[in-house]
């Protein structure tokens, strides 16, 4: 029984140090020109990286400062296109007709008059 139990100790020890280990890495390999995701889900391009903070550009002309630990990956190049504002959204058509609230209102004052 306590053979089991320290394998699963030690299994889990080594997951957890492994995953440690690529974040480590992921957070080294950010530099100027990255695009990347925070975990609050902010999406940025680095604008200067030091080893401890990234200045981000999250809007032309926005620029905040967060720390590295903040960062939850770097985004591949082919879906960084999708993370810009202005990005290509749907081009699927409404299914709902838009309707105007305010000219039915119109409507009903004239005709309590």
């Known amino acids: 029984m306590l053979v089991l139990m320290g394998v ?3 299994m889990g020890t080594r997951k957890q140090k492994r ?3 690529e974040m480590e890495e992921m957070r080294a390999s ?3 020109g990255s695009r990347v995701q925070l975990l609050s889900g902010l999406f ?3 604008i200067d990286a030091n080893s401890e903070f990234i200045d981000l550009e999250i809007a032309p002309g926005v620029v905040t400062r967060w720390n590295k630990l903040a960062v939850r990956g770097v ?3 082919d879906e960084a296109a999708d ?3 202005g990005a290509q ?3 699927d058509e ?3 007709p838009v309707v105007d609230a305010d000219a039915d209102k119109s409507d009903d004052i004239a005709d309590d008059k």
């Open 8 to 10: 699963m100790l030690f």
């Open 19 to 21: 995953q440690m280990v």
């Open 30 to 32: 950010i530099t100027t």
């Open 44 to 46: 940025g391009t680095v």
């Open 75 to 77: 985004v591949p190049v």
């Open 83 to 85: 993370t810009y504002v």
């Open 89 to 91: 959204l749907s081009t």
């Open 94 to 96: 409404p299914t709902d």
